[in-house]
T-cell receptor, first 113, second 115 residues
Framework: GDSVTQMEGPVTLSEEAFLTINCTYT??????LFWYVQYPGEGLQLLLK?????DKGSNKGFEATYRKETTSFHLEKGSVQVSDSAVYFC????????????FGKGTSLLVTP | EAGVVQSPRYKIIEKKQPVAFWCNPI?????LYWYLQNLGQGPELLIR????????DSQLPKDRFSAERLKGVDSTLKIQPAELGDSAVYLC?????????????FGEGSRLTVL
């Protein structure tokens, strides 16, 4: 079945450092790919998405490109802030599962001043 | 616009006791999901409703878990009897006909501790 694998955390970075969180997927057909974020004490919320190969999703300075050839959707940000500290989840949805989200295990990010 | 509302936020029970979680989705959202999130893991789908119909309950442990969405609006997830391994966060999410596939709105979750 479909699955998502993302790098394990925790990831600790200094403010203004470059961030990469790796995500790869296994899926049939043409899934849509997502990054969701969970800030401390809050619910999961959509960060960005891409619905087809070579699409780039972006939001709040984060971006990720849907790479079908490497089945990847890595999350990047050029300069992280303390407020970016959260848990980040890579996910996919596919027509064969009624478009329900299939999540990775999450990567915890801590940004220090 | 109010978000997805879940209650209770926290629940502590003894094993073998019953427990119920309630979810009120965003107004107009016809699709409702219950997810289970274990500590350090990503959410896993338990059940998906389209209006009042459960269209995917393949991952719901039906021996002790049940869910309902009688009028196609709010929903209840029940565990009876609870086991130690049920300690987790139960997430409710919803999406509407205007949302693209995979764009879900989540509640803050109900954290269950079974002693």
């Amino acid at each position: 079945g479909d699955s998502v694998t993302q790098m394990e955390g925790p990831v600790t970075l200094s403010e203004e450092a470059f961030l990469t969180i790796n995500c790869t997927y296994t899926a049939t057909g043409y899934p849509s790919l997502f990054w969701y974020v969970q800030y401390p004490g809050e619910g999961l919320q959509l960060l960005l998405k891409a619905t087809k190969a070579d699409d780039k999703g972006s939001n709040k300075g984060f971006e990720a490109t849907y790479r079908k050839e490497t089945t990847s959707f890595h999350l990047e940000k050029g300069s992280v802030q303390v407020s970016d500290s959260a848990v980040y989840f890579c996910a996919l949805s596919n027509s064969n599962s009624g478009y329900a989200l299939n999540f990775g295990k999450g990567t915890s990010l801590l940004v220090t001043p | 616009e109010a978000g997805v509302v879940q209650s209770p936020r926290y629940k502590i029970i003894e094993k073998k006791q019953p427990v119920a979680f309630w979810c009120n989705p965003i107004s107009g959202h016809n699709t409702l999901y219950w997810y289970l999130q274990n500590l350090g893991q990503g959410p896993e789908l338990l059940i998906r409703y389209e209006n009042e119909e459960a269209v995917d309950d393949s991952q719901l442990p039906k021996d002790r878990f049940s869910a309902e969405r009688l009028k196609g609006v709010d929903s209840t997830l029940k565990i009876q009897p609870a086991e130690l391994g049920d300690s987790a966060v139960y997430l409710c999410a919803s999406s509407g006909p205007g949302q693209r596939a995979g764009e879900l709105f989540f509640g803050e979750g109900s954290r269950l501790t079974v002693l």
